[in-house]
């Protein structure tokens, strides 16, 4: 089974500034998507940025990047020029590459919450 | 845009009684997934359903079950609820097929059962 770990419960980040959030993941699949996932408070949790672990390439959605380390099994999110609206909690995710059943779930960790300060 | 809705932002029911949450999409997905979010836990997947009247458990299906009559709406059900059930309760929704993976969430449903 998947295992998604997330060892940052909190962090905190002044507007302007940059920050990383880490996330590692266990499998032993070869091919499967990777997901950040952000819900701020009390509102829908939308995707943030992802990735298939067959492109080398790291994924970017304008301020958003990650760092896809597929030997390592590790994939940070590097969020710049934070902003207020920045705040909240964020998911990272996989997901087997595979279309059968529950084989097509997420596996979340366990969350960041992102505080962004003046 | 797609829409997920649920039935209610906020429930509190007793111990014992039936309690149904609905989910409701709007962008005709095929997949539809019930998760529970827990503080230090995340979102754990409860069930799920690829198509009208199919299903399959997720990690935690016990005390729970699902029904999806119809494409768009996916119910979830606690049989008799209890205390150990009390949480935020997410849908999702997603397309079917390569590289259509994307999960769209719904507000979510706080429920508490005294």
């Known amino acids: 089974a998947q295992t998604v770990t997330q060892s940052q419960p909190e962090m905190s980040v002044q507007e302007a500034e940059t920050v990383t959030l880490s996330c590692t993941y266990d499998t032993s699949e070869s091919d499967y998507y990777l997901f950040w996932y952000k819900q701020p408070p009390s509102r829908q949790m939308i995707l943030v940025i992802r990735q298939e672990a067959y492109k080398q390439q790291n994924a970017t959605e304008n301020r958003f990047s990650v760092n896809f380390q597929k030997a390592a099994k590790s994939f940070s999110l590097k969020i710049s020029d934070s902003q207020l609206g920045d705040a909240a909690m964020y998911f990272c995710a996989y997901r087997s590459a595979y279309y059968t059943g529950t084989a097509s779930k997420l596996t979340f960790g366990t969350g960041t919450r992102l505080q962004v300060t003046l | 845009d797609v829409k997920v809705t649920q039935s209610s932002r906020y429930l509190v029911k007793r111990t014992g009684e039936k309690v149904f949450l609905e989910c409701v999409q709007d962008m005709d997905h095929e997949n539809m997934f019930w998760y529970r979010q827990d503080p230090g836990l995340g979102l754990r997947l409860i069930y799920f359903s690829y198509d009208v009247k199919m299903k399959e458990k997720g990690d935690i299906p016990e005390g729970y079950s699902v029904s999806r009559e119809k494409k768009e709406r996916f119910s979830l059900i606690l049989e008799s609820a209890s205390t150990n059930q009390t949480s935020m309760y997410l849908c999702?929704?997603?397309?079917w097929g390569q590289g259509q993976d994307t999960q769209y969430f719904g507000p979510g449903t706080r429920l508490t059962v005294l």
């Open positions: 999702a929704s997603s397309l």
